[in-house]
C-alpha cells in the first residue's frame, strides 16, 4: 500500500542551525512533493513544491531535495528561528488525480 | 492569503444530529477538498470536487455527503453525527495545475461530538 513517512518524534534545534526535516514514501510515483507549514489551531500553509525532475528547489532560508531513487525528500531551513518553530508537512500528488497526499507532519522546535 | 473561509469554526453538536460545515472561496478556483486531521492519523482526504456538481469520494467518505453548487461554494454534511466524527475540518482550494499546484487552506473548523 501506499505509504508517506515523515519522523513522528519533535527535532528539537538550537537557534542558528540548519533544521532537516525527512519525508519517505513507499508505492508512489510522485509528479509533484510539497511541503506545509502548519501553526497551531490554523491551517497549512504551503512552501514549496518540487516536481519529479527537480533534484532541488530553494526559497529564502529554505531548500528542499526530492530524491526519487531513494523516494525520499528533504527540507531543510538554514539559519532557524524560534519562529520557524511549527508543524512541516510533506505531501505527494501523481499529478493524474490532483488530490495530494499528506504525510502525518514533524514537529519543529528552534530553542533560543 | 488565499480568500478562503469555513463556517462554523467552532461546534459542539450531540450524536445523531445532521451537521453542514460551509466552505466559501473567492478564488474561483476549480478544485475543493474537505480534509479532517485527527491525531497520529494527520490531513485525511474525506471528498473532493473538481468542478461544479463535479464531486468524488476521498480515503474517509463513509457518514459524510457533500454539494457544490457554485463555483464558490462547497458543502459538506453529517447527516447524523457520530463521535467518532469528532475533529477538526479543513477545506482546501486549488487552482490549475500550471499553476503550481498547490493547495490553499482554511483555518479549519473544529467540530466536537457529544
Known amino acids: 500500500s501506499q505509504k508517506i513517512e515523515q519522523n513522528s518524534e519533535a527535532l528539537n534545534i538550537q537557534e542558528g542551525k540548519t533544521a532537516t526535516l525527512t519525508c519517505n514514501y513507499t508505492n508512489y510515483s510522485p509528479a509533484y512533493l510539497q511541503w506545509y507549514r502548519q501553526d497551531p489551531g490554523r491551517g497549512p500553509v504551503f512552501l514549496l513544491l518540487?516536481?519529479?525532475?527537480?533534484k532541488e528547489k530553494r526559497k529564502e532560508r529554505l531548500k528542499v531535495t526530492f530524491d526519487t531513487t531513494l523516494k525520499q525528500s528533504l527540507f531543510h531551513i538554514t539559519a532557524s528561528q524560534p519562529a520557524d518553530s511549527a508543524t512541516y508537512l510533506c505531501?505527494?500528488?501523481?499529478?493524474?488525480?490532483?488530490?495530494?497526499?499528506f504525510g502525518r507532519g514533524t514537529s519543529l522546535i528552534v530553542h533560543p | 492569503d488565499a480568500g478562503i473561509t469555513q463556517s462554523p469554526r467552532h461546534k459542539v453538536t450531540e450524536t445523531g444530529t445532521p451537521v453542514t460545515l460551509r466552505c466559501h472561496q473567492t478564488e474561483n478556483h476549480r478544485y475543493m477538498y474537505w480534509y479532517r486531521q485527527d491525531p497520529g492519523h494527520g490531513l485525511r482526504l474525506i471528498h473532493y470536487?473538481?468542478?461544479?456538481?463535479?464531486?468524488d469520494k476521498g480515503e474517509v467518505s463513509d457518514g459524510y455527503s457533500v454539494s457544490r453548487s457554485k463555483t464558490e461554494d462547497f458543502l459538506l454534511t453529517l447527516e447524523s453525527a457520530t463521535s467518532s466524527q469528532t475533529s477538526v475540518y479543513f477545506c482546501?482550494?486549488?487552482?490549475?495545475?500550471?499553476?503550481?499546484?498547490?493547495?490553499?487552506f482554511g483555518e479549519g473548523s473544529r467540530l466536537t461530538v457529544l
Open positions: 505531501a505527494l500528488d501523481s499529478g493524474g488525480s490532483y488530490i495530494p497526499t
Open positions: 482546501a482550494i486549488s487552482g490549475d495545475r500550471t499553476l503550481g499546484g498547490e493547495l490553499f
Open positions: 470536487s473538481y468542478g461544479v456538481k463535479d464531486t
Open positions: 518540487i516536481r519529479e525532475n527537480e
